[in-house]
């Protein structure tokens, strides 16, 4: 199995393997931990080459909710002053 088809494996079962994740860093961690028991024989810096891709591909996806943050380059609403009373 080459390293091109372990990303696309981790990545079609990353929906279920990161259920409950919250973020990039404890995505990276639990997709090592995975590669390290399904594949104990495959170097670490092949590992963390293969999670890199996994990660690339989930940004892509959008998994981590970016739509979330908004948009950083949107203009800031005008607040309101308020009612004014008569």
């Known amino acids: 199995m080459t ?3 372990l990303v696309n494996e981790l990545f079609a079962r990353s929906e279920d ?3 409950g994740i919250a973020g990039r860093t404890a995505a990276r961690s639990m997709l090592l931990e995975e590669l390290a028991l ?3 024989t495959i170097p670490a ?3 963390t080459e293969i999670v890199t891709g996994v990660i690339h591909l989930l940004d892509a996806d ?3 909710g970016r739509e979330f943050c908004g948009d950083p380059f949107a203009e800031e609403p005008e607040e309101s ?3 004014e009373a008569d």
């Open 45 to 47: 810096r092949a590992r």
């Open 17 to 19: 393997l990161l259920t």
């Open 81 to 83: 002053e308020g009612i």
């Open 3 to 5: 390293s091109h088809d």
């Open 38 to 40: 399904d594949y104990p």
């Open 62 to 64: 959008d998994f981590f």
